[in-house]
C-alpha cells in the first residue's frame, strides 16, 4: 500500500515535445506529491509539488496533473529541451510517514535534438 | 533556496575501514534528516530517518551498526559506514525537511556521496 508506481521507465522525445511522466498510489492517506529531477551523479533537486486541493498545478514549462479519484498524477513536461534529459522521480508523503518520501521507479528522459 | 550539502562528495575506501559521510543544511534548520542510498539506474531507498537530538529510525533491512547515524544539531547529520565492504559501494544521499517534519513539508536533497569499497 505504501508503493508509487511509476511510468514508462524510460522515455524518448524530439525537442520541442511534450514529456509525460505517469503515477499512481493506492496509499489513500498521502497529501504530498512531489516530483524529482535527477542529473547523472548528482542528487534529486525538487521540481514541482502538488496536494490534492487542487488537480493541476504549473510551473513554468512543468505541469502536475492530479486525479485525486484514481490515484494517479502525471508530470507533463512542455517544449522539452535537450537539457532537460535526466531521471525523473515522483514521490508521495503523508498520513503516518512523517515526512518520508515514498518514491516512484524513475523514468530516464532523453530529449533528442 | 534551501541548500543541502554533503563531504566528501566522493571516497575511495579499502574494506574493513570506516566512513564518514556529512549532511548539512545550510540556510534553514532541519528537524528531520533523511538518508537513502542509490544503486546505480535505481530509485532511492530510505535507510533512516534521522531526528535531531534522538535516535535514528531504520528502515527494514538496514543493519543500525553498520550504519551509524547522528543528528547533533538542526543543521548537521552524519552517516558512518563502519567496516566497509565492497557491497556497500553505492551513492549515498542525504535530504533535509524545510520545516517541522510534518508529512507535506518540503524535501531537499543533499548532492550525494558516491563510496567505493576496494
Known amino acids: 500500500q505504501q508503493q508509487v508506481k511509476q511510468s514508462p521507465q524510460s522515455l524518448i522525445v524530439q525537442k520541442g515535445g511534450i514529456s509525460i511522466i505517469n503515477c499512481a498510489y493506492e496509499n489513500t492517506a498521502f497529501d504530498y506529491f512531489p516530483w524529482y529531477q535527477q542529473f547523472p551523479g548528482k542528487g534529486p533537486a525538487l521540481l514541482i509539488a502538488?496536494?490534492?486541493?487542487?488537480s493541476e498545478k504549473k510551473e513554468g514549462r512543468f505541469t502536475i496533473s492530479f486525479n485525486k479519484s484514481a490515484k494517479q498524477f502525471s508530470l507533463h513536461i512542455m517544449d522539452s529541451q535537450p537539457g532537460d534529459s535526466a531521471t525523473y522521480f515522483c514521490?508521495?508523503?503523508?498520513?503516518?510517514?512523517?515526512?518520508?518520501?515514498?518514491f516512484g521507479q524513475g523514468t530516464i528522459l532523453t530529449v533528442h535534438p | 533556496g534551501a541548500v543541502v550539502s554533503q563531504h566528501p562528495s566522493r571516497v575511495i575506501c579499502k574494506s574493513g575501514t570506516s566512513v564518514k559521510i556529512e549532511c548539512r543544511s545550510l540556510d534553514f534548520q532541519a528537524t528531520t534528516m533523511f538518508w537513502y542510498r542509490q544503486f546505480p539506474k535505481q530509485s532511492l531507498m530510505l535507510m533512516a530517518t534521522?531526528?535531531?537530538?534522538?535516535?535514528?529510525?531504520?528502515e527494514q533491512g538496514v543493519e543500525k551498526d553498520k550504519f551509524l547515524i547522528n543528528h547533533a544539531s538542526l543543521t548537521l547529520s552524519t552517516l558512518t559506514v563502519t567496516s566497509a565492504h565492497p557491497e556497500d559501494s553505492s551513492f549515498y544521499i542525504c535530504s533535509a525537511n524545510s520545516r517541522a517534519g510534518g508529512s507535506t513539508d518540503t524535501q531537499y536533497f543533499g548532492p550525494g556521496t558516491r563510496l567505493t569499497v576496494l
Open positions: 502538488i496536494r490534492p486541493d487542487v
Open positions: 534521522s531526528n535531531e537530538g534522538s535516535k535514528a529510525t531504520y
Open positions: 514521490a508521495a508523503a503523508g498520513g503516518t510517514s512523517y515526512g518520508k518520501l515514498t
